[in-house]
């Protein structure tokens, strides 16, 4: 399992927070995610066999959020 820390811009709420984490939580290969809204952060570990941390990027992304 590897462990990666992603910068999110623009979430505001706990709706936010919850599109995030399901968006990124769906995704095979992904065993936990947590965000931070004041952090402004999502922690994700994942298994680097399954899923690059790219895809994990692209997710977020998805839901209309910036990833830096
Ligand atoms: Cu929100």
Known sequence: M???TLNV???SCS???KA???AVAALD???EVEVDL???TATVEYNAEEIKPE????A???EGYDVE
């Open 9 to 11: 811009e623009g979430m």
């Open 60 to 62: 977020i992304e998805e």
């Open 38 to 40: 004041k952090g402004k």
């Open 2 to 4: 590897k462990k990666i």
């Open 29 to 31: 290969g992904v065993a």
């Open 20 to 22: 995030v984490k399901d």
């Open 15 to 17: 709706h936010c927070v």
């Open 55 to 58: 895809r994990i990027q692209e």
